[in-house]
């Protein structure tokens, strides 16, 4: 399988959308606002947002994030989305895409990388990772 993982640019946004309707369990992607944060994103030097091109085709995507941390004594980044269509799993893209990850992480001298996961944790500890907290979360609703 022949496929491309690049930074993502902003003609990626609609074929995005529909890789984030199928990614989010816990809310409702509304089209505007994912237009509006995709385009701070885009624009935010802390941000990595690559997408797996296949084709004409927007198959994949991963959102990550670093910042500075006292814990790590330097740059920690994290992984906030991940996703692949269901069609294209277990092909080794979701590997690729973190691989992807860690090199820029590595780029930037972060310490560590972190992610949160419900579904996957085989998937993550297949390429290396290891589990190390429980995730909470508290909705804010403004």
């Given amino acids: 399988m022949n496929y491309k993982i690049r930074k993502s640019t902003i003609v990626d946004a609609d074929q ?7 990614f989010s369990t816990s809310f409702i992607p509304e089209k505007s606002a994912f237009f509006n944060s995709f385009q701070n994103l885009l624009n935010d030097d802390s941000v990595l947002v690559n997408v797996v091109e ?9 959102l990550a994030f670093d910042h500075y941390a006292f814990y790590a004594n330097g ?17 080794g893209i979701g590997r690729d895409l973190m691989n992807s990850v860690e090199k820029w992480a590595s780029e930037r001298n972060s310490k560590l990388i972190g992610l ?4 996957a944790d085989s998937f993550y500890k297949s390429i290396g990772y290891e589990e190390s907290a429980i995730f909470f979360k508290k909705q804010i609703n403004s």
């Fill in 75 to 91: 740059r920690v980044t994290w992984v906030e989305e991940i996703m692949v269509s269901s069609n294209y799993r277990r092909k």
């Fill in 116 to 119: 949160a996961t419900r579904r």
């Fill in 16 to 22: 995005l959308f529909s890789l984030v309707e199928s």
């Fill in 54 to 62: 296949f084709g004409n085709f927007i198959i994949g995507y991963c």
